[in-house]
């Protein structure tokens, strides 16, 4: 009789406990982020695109560290890296969500239109950047905090799309989404329609006006240094002119290579090769690191245009920094690159790999 009533407890404690169990389950599922601890993502299968993209949108708003965070929403490539008129239309959806539950949610988003332009000029990958390097570029010259990036691939019936929030402090995956939409007539055709690969800025504005721009050579000594190695960066221009080099280090700090201390004037005469450090300036520059792709890109203009306070009488730096602010320094920069008549500018970008 005992050993009935003990069996029949233990039922009943199994029914009791049952219902919390499966929706300790279910919660697993949903896949948020709590407290900034990476979890399970989000999986949707089956549904159709605006459902999906509703779904994706209430999973990244819902991540609670990115209370107080800039996020922008980057590419939606297929797996081979090519945008498509798709992956367009799911980014712009996203961010169009998102803005409508930013404001509840405590995260602000920064338009896209605004920081791609921005990331084309200093030719910054907005798919899959994962890399400490590139993550803190985009986190300081476009301003945000959190990039979230996707990919678009063919599942047979359905179209696979897979999420992810990249830190742009340090490039490390905070969380993501995955949701599969039904492959109608209507999304089929949009998946297959790939944009054009867009060209390098520089390379643009070279063939539109080719005769009138002002020439701007720009190279180092080698194309990829080791850490502790000396750096040397050297410009020259067809015509006379006013130049500034803006350096952006693979830690993601900003400086102005020139004018610097030894060289305030940043006027310089045509076809006459520049060098930063000058052969008799008495200083070096010492790669530090870390490992990455460092930027430099320069800006030739007819007039003179102050992009920074360049009086060096109260510090004893070689170099003026960009401490804050820095993607209102790349906006400006932008703005008056755009207005600045194309015959009155030049301009050239170089890759450093620092190994």
């Not at 990829?224 to 015509?239: C, P, Q």
């Not at 008495?282 to 360049?310: H, M, Q």
Request: aromatic residues 6%; glycine residues 8%; hydrophobic residues 40%.
């Amino acid at each position: 009789m005992a050993k009935v009533i003990k069996n029949n407890l233990i039922i009943s404690f199994i029914i009791l406990i049952l219902p919390f169990i499966l929706w300790g389950c279910q919660t697993a599922e949903k896949g948020f982020l709590k407290g900034g601890e990476v979890q399970k993502p989000v999986q949707v299968k089956g549904a159709g695109l605006n459902e999906a993209v509703e779904t994706i949108s209430n999973s990244i708003s819902s991540v609670d560290i990115l209370k107080g965070k800039n996020l922008g929403i980057g590419e939606f490539t297929n797996l081979e890296g090519a945008g498509s008129q798709l992956g367009k239309r799911i980014a712009d959806s996203i961010e169009f969500e998102l803005v409508k539950l930013s404001s509840g949610k405590g995260f602000q988003i920064i338009d896209r239109k605004n920081f791609a332009q921005i990331a084309k000029e200093w030719e910054l990958q907005l798919s899959g950047v994962v890399d400490e390097s590139s993550a803190k570029k985009v986190g300081s010259l476009l301003g945000l905090d959190v990039l979230t990036v996707g990919t678009v691939s063919d599942a047979g019936k359905e179209i696979d799309v897979k999420v992810k929030l990249i830190d742009t402090e340090n490039g490390r995956i905070l969380g993501g989404a995955e949701s599969k939409i039904k492959k109608d007539e209507e999304v089929a055709k949009m998946f297959a329609s790939l944009l054009k690969p867009e060209t390098s800025v520089f390379k643009q504005k070279e063939e539109a006006v080719s005769e009138e721009k002002i020439k701007i050579d720009l190279w180092t000594d080698e194309k990829s240094y080791r850490i502790g190695e000396k750096l040397t960066v050297n410009f020259k221009t067809d015509r006379d002119c006013y130049v500034t080099l803006v350096d952006v280090g693979t830690s993601g700090n900003v400086h102005i290579l020139f004018p610097n201390r030894f060289s305030v004037d940043n006027k310089v005469k045509a076809n006459e090769t520049y060098s930063v450090p000058a052969k008799d300036d008495g200083y070096k520059i010492t790669v530090n690191g870390p490992p990455g792709t460092e930027i430099v890109r320069a800006i030739a203009t007819l007039k003179p245009i102050s992009f920074i306070d360049t009086d060096f009488s109260g510090t004893r730096s070689i170099f003026k920094s960009v401490d804050k602010n820095v993607s209102s320094f790349t906006r400006d920069l932008s703005i008056e690159a755009s207005e600045t008549p194309s015959s009155n500018l030049g301009e050239n970008l170089i890759k450093i790999e620092i190994r």
